[in-house]
């Protein structure tokens, strides 16, 4: 998206270009001018009408949400769907592009930051020792695992990367986080959003059915379901059919998990600057620092002072959620499905590799220490 200055110097260059290829009789000289009001206003009103259209896709997405079929799958996922519908049916506004990178990179930023309110370290005590040792060796290895795997099917890099990370922290708000060093296209964060969707829906239909099956206790279970499902609300969704322990063991157990969202990105963005290095010296200053992350980790510190009052902190959270939707809204407005099929099926059959790795890997951890 251009700046009203960077729009007038791009008109001012078209120009000059366009007099230098004039026979000199006929060329006119070119006078730089300032910054118009008609450039200002004709930014303002894209970027007002993108706006607006995003947040319509992403009302729309939160009403379907509370529907008694559909609200099973979060408003996150039926933003990003409806998006898609929107710009493959209708099609989007060159007028409204602005707008809509707008949602999707400030807007995104900000929901980001407010997502602390929702975590504190207090939380992470609750989890135990055990616990958090769990958590964090399953989001690890998994992620780790995910990367190896991808690798070997020869699946690209940035779009494996954005998979591992919506498998293993916290579904599609990891991977649009994950993407701010990854640098992927619409189309990897869509496809990385469409897998943890699919496979974090199935968790929250299988999983209800295994605790008896498995042996495992309420806390077992719940450590189990927040440590393996992809999204916050599907977790929720499975683990409360256990009843009121499982479902807030779960609870804790994933707000844990999303809280690990800071370093992994930042670790990420290090390796990532690394790779570009090409085996040279790393030059700190080029690593890409996500300082919005970093908002993120003071807003938890915020959160657990318990300063802010419990109503106002649950009105900014529910705002919050709108924001997120709006920036889901935003991608699924951006991508081509035309160009997701380009992509083919194995990037689907990684994400289903990390599903049954992560789903593995921690009911062996609880098992072994629960």
Not at 145 to 162: A, P, S
Not at 163 to 188: F, L, M, R
């Amino acid at each position: 998206m251009l700046t009203p200055l960077e729009y007038q110097e791009k008109q001012q260059k078209e120009e000059r270009i366009a007099g230098e290829q004039t026979p000199p009789k006929n060329r006119r000289s070119v006078k730089p001018q300032g910054v118009t009001l008609g450039v200002v206003l004709t930014c303002a009103q894209g970027v007002t009408l993108g706006v607006v259209l995003t947040c319509a896709v992403a009302a729309i997405a939160v009403w379907l949400h509370s529907l008694p079929t559909i609200g099973i799958f979060s408003a996150l996922i039926l933003a990003i769907v409806f998006g898609m519908v929107v710009r493959n049916t209708v099609g989007l506004p060159v007028a409204a592009q602005a707008g809509v990178s707008f949602c999707l990179k400030k807007v995104l930023r900000l929901a980001i930051i407010l997502m602390g309110l929702q975590l504190s370290f207090v939380q992470v005590a609750q989890v135990g020792g055990r616990g958090f040792g769990v958590v964090a060796a399953t989001l690890a290895t998994t992620f780790l695992f995910t990367t190896w795997l991808g690798r070997k099917m020869g699946v690209d890099r940035k779009l494996t990367q954005l998979i591992a990370a919506g498998s293993s922290i916290c579904g599609a708000s990891a991977v649009i986080a994950t993407n701010v060093v990854t640098e992927g296209n619409d189309e990897d964060v869509a496809y990385g959003v469409a897998c943890v969707t699919v496979f974090g829906s199935l968790s929250m239909f299988l999983y209800p059915l295994l605790p008896h099956l498995l042996h495992l206790s309420p806390v077992a279970f719940g450590l189990w379901a927040g440590a393996s499902i992809h999204e916050v609300a599907q977790v929720i969704a499975a683990a409360f059919q256990d009843g009121q322990a499982s479902g807030q063991f779960a609870t804790i157990s994933k707000l844990t998990r999303v809280m690990l969202l800071a370093p992994m990105v930042l670790t990420l963005g290090i390796l990532t600057a690394r790779g570009k290095a090409n085996g040279g010296k790393l030059d700190i200053t080029k690593v890409p620092i996500p300082w919005f992350v970093l908002g993120f980790v003071a807003m938890i510190g915020f959160n657990t002072l318990n300063i802010l009052p419990t109503h106002v902190k649950a009105m900014v959270i529910t705002a919050n959620q709108f924001l997120l939707a709006v920036s889901l809204a935003a991608m699924g407005l951006e991508t081509s499905i035309a160009k997701l099929k380009q992509k083919g099926l194995k990037p689907l059959v990684l994400g289903a590799g990390a599903w049954l790795f992560i789903s593995a890997f921690s009911f062996c951890l609880v098992r072994l220490l629960y």
